[in-house]
């Protein structure tokens, strides 16, 4: 199904990839990479991959709709232009990994902070299909400091690798930071920005890790327009049907980890329950 957006006619992202809505995509925090200061060239690489394979697996034998990579224990992050080749390498090999792993699951990437450029790179490189953005267009102050957007240049890179089938989900005043240098606009039009600037889906989050959105932010985005919207923090068990009256996916990490803590192992009790309740959701509304 092809709509019209505040850009560019698009099809809806998430149902080219998954065919539906009501898509759970679930965290892959990764143990740090080469380059990161927690990184451990003792051990190398395999704790991570492994601790990447088997989370995923967990994630699709719960049935989760696919899963977004991000190297979350790479902290504190650094500006996108700071990041090593060393990051976009270890990406890379993870996210190999996983496809031959999983060929038929949609797989993200997210290369924090901010890094579009290697997340298309790797997407390209290992089999990604999509990346996440936190910021695509305008800017904020980040804990890493001013980070601004990169549509325009990442579009144009994207396309000269030969990349353009990998999409890009992009927050709408992301979490995590100061948005006083766009406080002149209001949220639906700095979602408007985005759309306009050729992101192919939103995301919406709250204010920190584990925070649900507030509930007029997700309709105003919602509202503001058709591209399909993702809630991107702080999404439970007990929220999830008020958050799939605006969302079409959500990505859950935080709450389905041991205490709801990110840095945790996966809770396999919470994961089943969140597919559970998803699929409660979509046999009601099935009926409507």
Request: charged share 25%; aromatic share 6%; glycine share 8%.
């Amino acid at each position: 199904m092809t709509v019209l957006t505040d850009g560019l006619p698009k099809e809806n992202d998430v149902v080219r990839l998954w065919g539906r809505r009501h898509v759970l995509v679930g965290m892959l925090h990764l143990l740090p990479l080469p380059g990161a200061p927690r990184y451990d060239p003792r051990m190398g690489m395999m704790q991570a991959r492994e601790r990447a394979r088997s989370e995923a697996e967990q994630l699709i034998r719960a049935g989760f709709d696919g899963f977004i990579v991000e190297n979350g224990w790479d902290i504190p992050f650094i500006k996108p232009g700071d990041i090593g080749h060393e990051t976009a390498a270890a990406l890379a090999v993870i996210v190999a990994d996983l496809k031959r792993e999983f060929p038929e699951v949609p797989i993200g990437v997210n290369c924090l902070a901010n890094a579009v450029n290697v997340s298309i790179a790797v997407a390209a490189a290992a089999g990604g299909s999509f990346v996440r953005a936190n910021q695509w267009a305008n800017a904020y102050v980040a804990n890493e400091g001013v980070i601004e957007g990169q549509a325009g240049l990442v579009s144009r890179y994207r396309h000269a690798i030969g990349a353009d089938s990998v999409t890009v989900w992009a927050d709408v005043k992301v979490k995590l930071g100061a948005h006083a240098i766009t406080a002149d606009r209001s949220l639906a039009e700095q979602a408007r920005d985005v759309a306009w600037f050729d992101a192919d889906a939103l995301i919406v989050t709250g204010t920190r890790l584990g925070d649900a959105p507030v509930d007029d932010d997700l309709k105003t985005v919602r509202q503001a327009t058709t591209l399909p919207v993702i809630v991107g923090s702080g999404v439970r068990v007990d929220n999830l049907e008020d958050v799939f009256q605006h969302a079409d996916a959500v990505i859950i990490g935080s709450s389905i980890k041991q205490n709801g803590a990110w840095h945790q192992p996966m809770d396999e009790t919470v994961l089943h329950a969140i597919r559970a309740e998803r699929d409660r959701i979509v046999a009601i509304t099935s009926k409507e």
